[in-house]
């Protein structure tokens, strides 16, 4: 059973940092590209950041110079650094991974979410 665990979270006055964590486990035969969305109350969930398993990344328009998301293959985990946040960052952040079970079967996966607010 693969499962994608996130961690740190939390809350923060602007202008502060935070740092995301994202731990993939189970059998997995691959990884490819790992990110992270936000979804904000009221709003629909948005895509904030990508990394393939290259290194590879792209990020929204609204987190570039602010975010940095990276990945350790060795330990299937990605994380997502935040700085210089603004009110406008708090949402839940989620995980998301698509990952090769095998060589014929693949499919998205998501973490649990994790709230992260930013105190004007």
């Known amino acids: 059973q693969v499962q994608l665990v996130e961690s740190g979270g939390g809350l923060v006055q602007a202008g502060g940092s935070l740092r995301l964590s994202c731990a993939a486990s189970g059998r997995m035969f691959r990884i490819n590209d790992m990110g992270w969305y936000r979804q904000a109350p009221g709003e629909q969930r948005e895509l904030v950041a990508t990394?393939?398993?290259?290194?590879?990344?792209t990020y929204v328009d609204s987190v570039k110079g602010r975010f940095v998301i990276t990945r350790d293959g060795a330990k299937n985990t990605v994380y997502l650094q935040m700085n210089s946040l603004k009110p406008e960052d708090t949402a839940v952040y989620y995980c998301?991974?698509?990952?090769?079970?095998?060589?014929?079967?693949?499919?998205?996966?998501w973490g649990q979410g994790t709230q992260v607010t930013v105190s004007s």
């Open positions: 998301n991974a698509y990952i090769h079970l095998n060589k014929y079967v693949s499919q998205d996966y």
């Open positions: 990394v393939t398993s290259g290194g590879t990344t």
